[in-house]
């Protein structure tokens, strides 16, 4: 598998406090990592380096080709943890965000195909109904879904994606990582997911990443389960993820394909 | 009375370049104000002294010596909250009060305040020369030129920066090019309505046009009839009953502001 997102001894400190310390991992086409930790970790830092948001150390090349040379930025849909909505009512139609995901040119004018694709992503996220109302008159959880929209409307081949289900309500949630399940399945999209609602999205994850300042595991997600070593070496954060991932719904998230809960 | 006003050669120079210069800081003053940079204006305005004040204790054109100084101080204001993580109000203040406090040292140096430095202070549109006319029109050309060329990286910053630069956006450009322009449209604007009053003009008509419009293309021509309509009334109220003619024309501004949001209240109350 073609390596997407690569990062080599990557290092972050603000003024005096270390964020991220020499993390290393390879994450490969059609791969759908989780990437989870405790609380100021680094995991929202480590996204920001690796999308070049913030300066960082280290080597990350995306697509193969180190960050500061890349320039397809088309291929990357980003969805931040917090929305861009401020006091100000910015006076911009929901149609006219998702806009702002296709690649950037010059003038001022949207042309017939770029809005029919506009609308294509925004039918993905059920959206479609909002186009012509203003962003910020949105509730928080319709602007996520206009925000997905956003990262999806250049039809990237690698998403990634900061806590994006905090403001969904349960039937939005469903929807949100059904979408991101079928994307990933369906059309190969790679995927990057911070999140701490491992009990719901652990049914589509294949890999978990876990960060807290050092890159603590990155494997599979039988490995992540069902290793007692592992477990024990990641503390208490990692066996409550554990223990969601088994619990919820009353299943275990591997299903059928899963050795050890046959035994129990 | 209107013709015998519009008939003098400095009224239609003042009338010129204060029309032009207030639609060029009414377009900047609208992505200003989106991005919580309103207040940058203010702090340019206030390092024109310094500009102002070289150029007097030198003979020089004021205009043409607070060009580069204010441009120096915009990139200072940047490079403070990027580099060194200062909050961007806090780098504006920092160097709004490097800017007044050199600029009075170097007034009190050559002899402390005269008319002329006053007429800086305060506004003197009627006394704006024909070659500041031209810079005007050229300052409007190079804003709603750029401001049409790269529409989509502008509002793309303004909006979500971050996701900008994932579109690969050179937002760092953008920002540079914008606090840049400012500091021309700030420095072209000092003789209109004073170093004082700068900022008004980038501020108040964006904020009126905020209340009352419903795209991004309705404010920024919004912002730009308000301002432009604003310096044709000032000036011939000031004309009228002889006050002077930068405090008219944020007065009448601030007359603006207050009628939109009257409109603003009445058309919810009215579920329009």
């Not at chain 2, 993580?85 to 709004?96: L, Q």
Request: proline content about 3%.
């Amino acid at each position: 598998m073609p390596s997407i997102l690569k990062a080599e001894d990557v290092c972050f400190s603000y003024t005096r406090a270390t964020v991220l310390d020499h993390i290393s991992f390879d994450i490969q086409s059609g791969d759908y990592v989780g990437l989870i930790g405790p609380n100021g970790g680094g995991k929202t830092t480590l996204l920001k380096v690796l999308l070049g948001l913030e300066k960082g150390q280290g080597k990350i090349s995306l697509f193969g080709t180190p960050l500061s040379e890349f320039k397809d930025w088309q291929k990357i849909g980003y969805l931040a943890q917090k929305s861009p909505v401020s006091q100000t009512r910015f006076p911009i139609s929901a149609e006219e965000v998702v806009l702002m995901g296709l690649p950037s040119r010059h003038g001022a004018d949207v042309s017939r195909a770029e809005l029919k694709e506009v609308h294509a992503a925004m039918q993905q996220t059920q959206t479609r109904e909002y186009a012509g109302r203003i962003f910020q008159d949105l509730s928080i959880g319709q602007q996520q879904r206009v925000l997905l929209a956003r990262a999806l409307v250049s039809k990237p081949q690698l998403l990634i994606l900061d806590e994006p289900s905090t403001a969904l309500d349960a039937g939005s949630r469903d929807m949100f990582f059904d979408l991101l399940g079928r994307l990933n399945k369906q059309d190969g999209v790679t995927i990057l997911l911070i999140t701490h609602d491992t009990g719901e999205v652990g049914k589509h994850i294949s890999k978990f990443m876990y960060v807290d300042k050092n890159l603590v595991f990155f494997g599979t997600k039988e490995e992540f389960c069902h290793s007692p070593e592992v477990a024990k070496k990641l503390g208490p954060f990692a066996q409550h993820t554990i223990d969601h991932l088994h619990n919820h719904h009353g299943h275990c998230p591997l299903g059928a394909a899963c050795e050890e809960c046959k035994h129990d | 009375m209107i013709e015998n006003f519009l008939s003098y050669n400095f009224v239609q120079c003042g009338l010129a370049a204060g029309s032009l210069v207030a639609a060029s800081c009414a377009v900047l003053g609208v992505f200003l104000v989106l991005k919580r940079l309103s207040l940058i204006g203010d702090g340019m305005s206030h390092v024109c002294l310094t500009g102002v004040a070289v150029a007097l204790l030198t003979s020089t054109s004021p205009v043409y010596m607070s060009i580069p100084v204010v441009a120096v101080a915009s990139l200072g204001i940047m490079k403070l909250t990027q580099k060194f993580r200062i909050y961007g109000d806090a780098a504006i203040g920092i160097v709004s009060a490097a800017g007044i406090s050199v600029g009075l040292l170097i007034t009190a140096l050559c002899g402390g305040f005269n008319t002329e430095l006053l007429s800086y202070l305060f506004g003197s549109i009627l006394t704006v020369t024909w070659t500041e006319v031209a810079l005007c029109a050229g300052l409007l050309v190079l804003v709603v030129g750029g401001i049409l060329f790269f529409y989509r990286d502008i509002t793309a910053t303004c909006f979500d920066e971050p996701f900008a630069h994932t579109r690969g956006v050179c937002t760092e450009r953008v920002n540079t090019a914008l606090v840049l322009i400012t500091s021309v449209a700030v420095v072209l604007s000092f003789k209109v309505v004073g170093i004082f009053l700068i900022s008004a003009l980038l501020i108040i008509p964006p904020v009126s046009a905020l209340l009352v419009s419903h795209t991004f293309k309705q404010v920024l021509w919004r912002a730009v009839i308000f301002s432009v309509a604003s310096v044709w009334l000032g000036v011939f109220v000031s004309f009228l009953i002889d006050i002077p003619s930068g405090a008219a024309i944020i007065l009448v501004n601030l007359l603006c502001l207050a009628g939109c949001y009257v409109w603003l209240k009445w058309r919810n109350a009215h579920g329009r």
